[in-house]
Every structure is written in C-alpha cells, then in structure tokens.
C-alpha cells in the first residue's frame, strides 16, 4: 500500500471520528449549560467545551463573547477553524476522494452524502430547536460510514489504517477531555 494512500485512510477515518467527538462534546456542553447555576454555569459549561475541543485559544483570539450560540457556531460551523465539524466533515471527504479506489461504494456515499447535506444546512437556520437533531444527524453519519466501512471493506492494510485513524483520535479525545476535567 502506498503511503500515500495510507494516510488518506487513517486521516479521512480520524476527521469522522472527530466530528462525531465534537458532535457529543457540543452535546454535553449544552446539557450542562441548561442546568441551574446562579455563578454562570453556562459560560463555564462552554468554556470547558472548548478547552476539552483544544479550541479555547482559538475561539478567544477572535474576541467573541462566550455564549452557546457562539461556541456552537465555532464548533460547528467556522470555515477558519480547522476542527470545526464542518472542516472536519470535508477534509474526511477529501481524503477519502483522494483514495477512492480504496473504499467500497458504500463508504464513498456515506462520506460524499453527508458531506453534501451538511454543506447545504444554513447555519444561521439552525437555532436552538434544531442544534440537538444536527448533532444527532452528524452522529448517526459517522455511524453509517463506521458501518460501511465495517460490513463492506476488506480486512486489509486498508481496512487496518482506517481502525488506526479511528482508535487514534478516540485516545486523542479521551486524553484531552481527562485532562480538562
């Protein structure tokens, strides 16, 4: 197998696995913003999303107030940053356009579908009552592509760098949100 196609199967399995991560992360962090607390637990509650996201930085360099419509928008749909659920979705996209060959039909449609279909969502039209359905959406597409790539790729080299992609952005996450909490 070429390097080349290596990497593009680890990284396109690493961004779905992390837009998925992202995708619970938003989750929690607006579960626990809704909850009672008079010292501003809401601000916390997405200052400790970002941090767990290694966003933090980023989002505070543009000077924006903290609110859960401004961290969701960040998180899920800011073209500047590079882990956003949006750069994420294309860039496993891209990769796995990169090596089509190398992935079964199924694969290629569940990545290409749902990167067409988030590329068309009108951030500004996702407001509070349609955030939970997107980020359930976002994780049941990551589950299809798992599920494809599961039931129809060959155990292979292949198949081994997408496991790789997968385990390593899930160690990546565990070890970033134990660090924040």
Known sequence: ????????????????????????????GNRISIMPDGMGGYREAWKATLASAVCL?????????????????????????????????????NNGRAVGTALTREMWEALNSTWIEFAAINPA???????????????QRSGQLRGAMLGSLLRDEGYNFCQLGTFTERADNTARILDVK
Request: charged share 25%; proline share 2%; aromatic share 8%.
């Open 57 to 93: 930085p980023a989002f505070e360099a543009r000077g924006a107030k903290l609110t859960a419509a401004a961290a969701q928008s960040f998180l899920l749909f800011d073209r500047d940053h590079a882990s956003s659920i949006r750069n994420c979705l294309e860039a496993a996209r």
């Open 125 to 139: 039209e996702v407001g509070p009552g349609r955030m939970m359905e997107l980020l359930d959406w976002v994780r």
């Open 1 to 28: 197998m070429l390097g080349r196609t290596a990497s593009s199967l680890f990284w396109m399995a690493r961004y779905m696995e992390r837009a998925e991560n992202l995708t619970r992360m938003v989750q929690v």
